[in-house]
């Protein structure tokens, strides 16, 4: 299943109280890719 979120929602959302539990590649809302391994 997608996850697609905004950078704002990426920063200040959800997966801040469930870090690590979405799979990648994880997109912003123009659909692109959020590398979020650079961060875990």
């Known amino acids: ?3 697609v ?3 704002h929602d990426y920063w ?3 997966i801040a109280d469930n870090w ?3 799979e990648v ?3 912003d809302i ?3 890719e959020i590398v979020i ?3 875990a």
């Open 20 to 22: 690590g539990t979405y």
């Open 12 to 14: 200040d959302g959800p």
């Open 37 to 39: 391994a650079e961060f």
């Open 30 to 32: 123009d659909g692109n």
């Open 5 to 7: 979120i905004t950078i």
């Open 25 to 27: 590649p994880l997109k």
């Open 1 to 3: 299943m997608e996850k």
